[in-house]
């Protein structure tokens, strides 16, 4: 939450004296987004140098999983505590805090030599992004007023996007290049350089926020539902939904979200999550919607990286390269998308951008052993870029469309437990059909290499399925919101 001190960017004087855009307002937007893309950056970039990190520390095929999946369970698990702390005791602190927890996690993983040691860190990660991620949308919220802040969250939604691709890349470079220890080493200086920023650019945390509470008991109950829930999703993928390892957390998670409803509803004095904000239509649409898109994400930058290291055999720099083409179509989209928003309105907006996502992860399954670049990837590659760039910008406005301004770092950590939950639940279902398939495949006598690329393909086919959902649950969302006019699209 800013100090509103500055008349020029505080929301409550938008109304009294035009609002114009200064180079503070550029600094301030882009000190959030560099704290944005922090983790985008990192979870990319270390996808394509899983197979280099299992070779060196010796990890097996499944606790290199947890290499990722021990960041996914404390971020989506902490998502909700964070963005609640930083309403109660600022969002400024709140993401201080945080980019300095992500540096030291970084700084230890990149010297760790041990395997424990390295997931340990990308769990102390996780938690450190957890309490960044919420934070840049709320202080965009907080930061600019109405017609201007659509703008605003136009660039965050696209640094975030492009950064995850160039990550891919990036990490390729580092990988082939100094190692993969860089793609954790290069997190310290640029951690370092936005906390100086933060502490230069971004106004003080109000001192009336100190008067709010926290609600521990709904904050630990929510906390470790959430976490549990996390890990019954990745372990499913793993061991299948009928191992103990999946369903103990999986029960257990559902009883202690269970009570945290409970809790919410009728205990709590002043609760964590309102329900009031999930009968906000807006707000709903936009979590169901972002759940499913987000599974289509985490299956794309999964499953097509396998596909085009084990059946084509492509290195990391290779791989990464491969995103190129759809960072550019997905920026150049991006641009557009507030103008499309002011004319045709969210609902429409995400409704064609899941279309396209949809019809680009289908495309994938038409993709065979013998598949090639421009053939069977760059078209998929590039309807999903196009796609992901009206999908993202629509839902994170109407993710805190009505919610009120103490209660923007719930609403924004609400659609990132969305993308996040979404996204190990898609991928858990999709791993798990693919992975079923090829055995039964490869049980048939078929080749490895067709087995594999036939798993691969029915899980595109179940993503695909998923993103259909999402176009209907997008009917949800508003025609036009307030916060983009038409004249903020200009």
Same mark, same amino acid.
């Given at each position: 939450?800013?100090?509103?001190?500055?008349?020029?960017?505080? @929301? #409550?004087?938008?109304?009294?004296?035009?609002?114009?855009?200064?180079?503070?307002?550029?600094?301030?937007?882009?000190?959030?987004?560099?704290?944005?893309?922090?983790?985008?950056?990192?979870?990319?970039?270390?996808?394509?140098?899983? @197979?280099?990190?299992?070779?060196?520390?010796?990890?097996?095929?499944?606790?290199?999983?947890?290499?990722?999946?021990?960041?996914?369970?404390?971020?989506?698990?902490?998502?909700?505590?964070?963005?609640?702390?930083?309403?109660?005791? %600022?969002?400024?602190?709140?993401?201080?805090?945080?980019?300095?927890?992500?540096?030291?996690?970084?700084?230890?993983?990149?010297?760790?030599?041990?395997?424990?040691?390295?997931?340990?860190?990308?769990?102390?990660?996780?938690? %450190?992004?957890?309490?960044?991620?919420?934070?840049?949308?709320?202080?965009?919220?907080?930061?600019?007023?109405?017609?201007?802040?659509?703008?605003?969250?136009?660039?965050?939604?696209?640094?975030?996007?492009?950064?995850?691709?160039?990550?891919?890349?990036?990490g390729g470079l580092l990988t082939v290049g100094p190692g993969w220890r860089w793609i954790f080493f290069i997190n310290v200086p640029l951690s370092l350089l936005i906390i100086v920023g933060t502490l230069i650019w971004l106004d003080r945390d109000r001192s009336t926020e100190r008067r709010k509470r926290l609600d521990v008991v709904g904050?630990?109950?929510?906390?470790?539902?959430?976490?549990?829930?996390?890990?019954?999703?990745?372990?499913?993928?793993?061991?299948?939904w009928g191992s103990r390892a999946t369903i103990v957390p999986l029960v257990l998670g559902v009883v202690f979200v269970a009570y945290f409803v409970l809790h919410e509803g009728r205990l709590a004095k002043d609760p964590m999550l309102p329900f009031s904000l999930l009968r906000i239509p807006t707000v709903a649409g936009a979590n169901l919607?972002?759940?499913?898109? %987000?599974?289509?994400?985490?299956?794309?930058?999964?499953?097509?990286?396998?596909?085009?290291?084990?059946?084509?055999?492509?290195? *990391?720099?290779?791989?990464?390269?491969?995103?190129?083409?759809?960072?550019?179509?997905?920026?150049?989209?991006?641009?557009?998308?507030?103008?499309?928003?002011?004319?045709?309105?969210?609902?429409?907006?995400?409704?064609?951008?899941?279309?396209?996502?949809?019809?680009?992860?289908?495309?994938?399954?038409?993709?065979?052993?013998?598949?090639?670049?421009?053939?069977?990837?760059?078209? @998929?590659?590039?309807?999903?870029?196009?796609?992901?760039?009206?999908?993202?910008?629509?839902? #994170?406005?109407?993710?805190?469309?009505?919610?009120?301004?103490?209660?923007?770092?719930?609403?924004? #950590?609400?659609?990132?437990?969305?993308?996040?939950?979404?996204?190990?639940?898609?991928?858990?279902?999709?791993?798990?059909?693919?992975? #079923?398939?090829?055995?039964?495949?490869?049980?048939?006598?078929?080749?490895?290499?067709? *087995?594999?690329?036939?798993?691969?393909?029915?899980?595109?086919?179940?993503?695909?399925?998923?993103?259909?959902?999402?176009?209907?649950?997008?009917?949800?969302?508003?025609?036009?919101?307030?916060?983009?006019?038409?004249?903020?699209?200009?």
């Amino acid at each position: 939450m800013t100090d509103s001190q500055q008349a020029q960017s505080a @929301p #409550s004087r938008a109304a009294e004296e035009p609002f114009v855009w200064t180079g503070r307002h550029t600094l301030i937007l882009v000190v959030i987004c560099a704290a944005s893309i922090l983790d985008t950056i990192d979870i990319s970039a270390l996808n394509v140098a899983l @197979p280099t990190i299992k070779a060196e520390l010796g990890f097996t095929e499944a606790s290199l999983s947890w290499v990722v999946n021990g960041y996914l369970v404390t971020f989506g698990g902490f998502l909700l505590l964070c963005g609640r702390a930083g309403d109660v005791f %600022g969002h400024r602190r709140v993401l201080l805090a945080g980019l300095a927890v992500f540096g030291v996690a970084s700084a230890v993983a990149g010297v760790t030599g041990d395997a424990n040691t390295l997931i340990a860190m990308r769990a102390l990660q996780g938690i %450190g992004a957890a309490m960044i991620t919420p934070m840049t949308l709320a202080l965009v919220a907080r930061s600019f007023p109405e017609g201007p802040r659509a703008k605003a969250i136009a660039v965050w939604g696209m640094a975030n996007a492009l950064s995850g691709f160039l990550a891919l890349v990036l990490g390729g470079l580092l990988t082939v290049g100094p190692g993969w220890r860089w793609i954790f080493f290069i997190n310290v200086p640029l951690s370092l350089l936005i906390i100086v920023g933060t502490l230069i650019w971004l106004d003080r945390d109000r001192s009336t926020e100190r008067r709010k509470r926290l609600d521990v008991v709904g904050a630990v109950v929510v906390t470790l539902g959430m976490s549990l829930l996390t890990i019954g999703i990745v372990q499913a993928g793993q061991v299948g939904w009928g191992s103990r390892a999946t369903i103990v957390p999986l029960v257990l998670g559902v009883v202690f979200v269970a009570y945290f409803v409970l809790h919410e509803g009728r205990l709590a004095k002043d609760p964590m999550l309102p329900f009031s904000l999930l009968r906000i239509p807006t707000v709903a649409g936009a979590n169901l919607t972002q759940a499913l898109v %987000g599974a289509g994400m985490f299956v794309l930058t999964y499953v097509a990286t396998l596909y085009q290291q084990d059946v084509l055999h492509y290195n *990391a720099l290779q791989t990464g390269l491969g995103y190129i083409p759809q960072t550019v179509v997905l920026l150049a989209a991006a641009q557009q998308t507030p103008k499309l928003v002011a004319k045709l309105g969210v609902r429409v907006t995400v409704m064609i951008g899941s279309v396209l996502v949809m019809v680009g992860l289908g495309s994938f399954a038409f993709a065979g052993p013998d598949g090639s670049y421009l053939v069977n990837i760059l078209g @998929p590659y590039i309807a999903i870029g196009v796609g992901m760039a009206l999908t993202f910008l629509p839902l #994170s406005l109407a993710a805190g469309m009505g919610v009120p301004d103490e209660r923007q770092g719930v609403a924004s #950590s609400l659609i990132n437990v969305s993308r996040v939950s979404g996204g190990a639940l898609g991928l858990s279902v999709v791993a798990a059909v693919a992975t #079923s398939y090829t055995a039964n495949r490869l049980d048939a006598g078929t080749p490895e290499v067709t *087995a594999l690329t036939d798993g691969f393909s029915l899980g595109f086919i179940v993503a695909a399925g998923l993103l259909l959902v999402s176009v209907f649950t997008a009917m949800l969302l508003p025609r036009k919101p307030v916060d983009v006019p038409a004249e903020a699209a200009k």
